[in-house]
């Protein structure tokens, strides 16, 4: 690490939106004939890649989302990436794709992380260093099937809120015809193509000014399942804190999270289960769409059956009950709050 990697960039921290922004660093590691390169750090962003490549023709790729923040004492903290590294094999298995050890995933992270120690926004900005690990099928192909070789890349990107706004402020969310995933589909893997089938959901949910789709479960059309880029979670009037269960919904990190903290800290009864939207609809006081990029994104109203139906005090304000998860989540993030669980790892800079 040289000086000048460690001096940070002079960006406008505050303000950056959730897009890619050029850092100075990856990491890649390809696979073939059945092992994995060791990986190495590169500065080149365009990948060349074979015109007949899976990933490109019948969607053979997949990725994680997770996020590296900087502590109040300059500590690099990253959020149970171990859940990553798991959830990435896990649809590595489902795609027939090699999956990518967990100490390879987790170095090309924390190399990746350090190298561009100039870009991780300093403490108290409200951004953070979001990190994309991918894997791809490459190589010469033209029927369908898996790909003979294979490239797990880390690249890195600042970044602030999710949704437009700042913080901790309200979304919404419109009910969507199309379906997501099947129940013995994609939907319970990060697979790319999962998301390239969500994209005409979120436009025309946004046609309507809802920020994105929010999706029912496709063999009943009746139960939750989850947000475009996000979990569900839900606090009822009874108290009782409630997360759609589904076999198509993508296992989230900061979902998992939430629902222990829930428990633990705010002491609340916790179920996961399925959610009958319109039975359940006047029984939510508070919804809340959540993930790593969306972090906790109280939900104001949500476009169901024809109609806008906002939850706590009309939509106008974020509920008190995601509001403590929210600043329990984060401040365990940012290492402003003890971590009884070991979610947090810290990234040794030098
Ligand atoms: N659901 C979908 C479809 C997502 O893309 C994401 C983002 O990763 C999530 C849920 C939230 O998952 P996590 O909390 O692990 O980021
Ligand atoms: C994440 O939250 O990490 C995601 O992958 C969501 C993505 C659509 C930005």
């Not at 890649?49 to 989302?65: K, R, V, W």
């Not at 789709?213 to 496709?218: C, E, F, Q, T, V």
């Not at 959540?290 to 939850?311: E, L, M, R």
Request: one cysteine or more.
């Amino acid at each position: 690490m040289t000086a000048n990697n460690l001096k940070k960039k002079d960006l406008d921290w505050g303000n950056l939106g959730f897009s890619y922004m050029k850092t100075d660093y990856r990491f890649v590691a390809t696979w073939k004939d059945g092992s994995w390169t060791e990986g190495e750090t590169i500065t080149e962003e365009m990948m060349q890649i074979h015109e007949g490549s899976p990933a490109l023709h019948y969607g053979q790729q997949c990725f994680e989302g997770l996020k590296a923040q900087t502590a109040k004492d300059g500590r690099v903290l990253l959020f149970r990436a171990d859940l990553n590294a798991e959830r990435l094999s896990n649809t590595a298995n489902r795609l027939l794709m090699p999956s990518v050890p967990k100490e390879l995933f987790m170095k090309g992270v924390e190399e990746t992380v350090r190298n561009n120690y100039a870009w991780i926004p300093p403490h108290g900005s409200g951004a953070s260093l979001y990190i994309r690990p991918l894997l791809i099928g490459v190589g010469e192909n033209l029927g369908l099937r898996p790909a003979t070789s294979y490239e797990f890349r880390v690249f890195v990107s600042p970044v602030g809120p999710y949704y437009k706004g700042t913080g901790l402020s309200l979304i919404s969310l419109a009910v969507t015809d199309y379906d997501r995933a099947a129940p013995r589909g994609t939907g319970y893997v990060k697979a790319g193509a999962n998301y390239a089938g969500g994209l005409l959901s979120t436009k025309s949910a946004q046609e309507i000014g809802a920020n994105e789709a929010l999706y029912l479960d496709s063999a009943e059309r009746k139960y939750l399942d989850e947000a475009g880029s996000a979990n569900i979670v839900l606090s009822l009037k009874d108290g009782t804190i409630v997360t759609p269960k589904s076999a198509a919904i993508l296992p989230s990190v900061t979902r998992r999270s939430i629902m222990v903290l829930a428990k633990e800290e705010l002491g609340l009864t916790t179920e996961e289960r399925p959610v009958e939207l319109l039975k359940e609809l006047t029984k939510i006081e508070e919804m809340a769409a959540c993930g790593t990029a969306a972090v906790i994104s109280p939900v104001g109203k949500i476009f169901v059956n024809g109609q806008w139906h906002t939850f706590y005090k009309d939509g106008k304000e974020v509920g008190p009950t995601m509001l403590k998860l929210y600043e329990l989540l984060t401040q365990i993030q940012k290492g402003e709050r003890q971590d009884p669980y070991g979610w947090t790892q810290e990234v040794v800079i030098s």
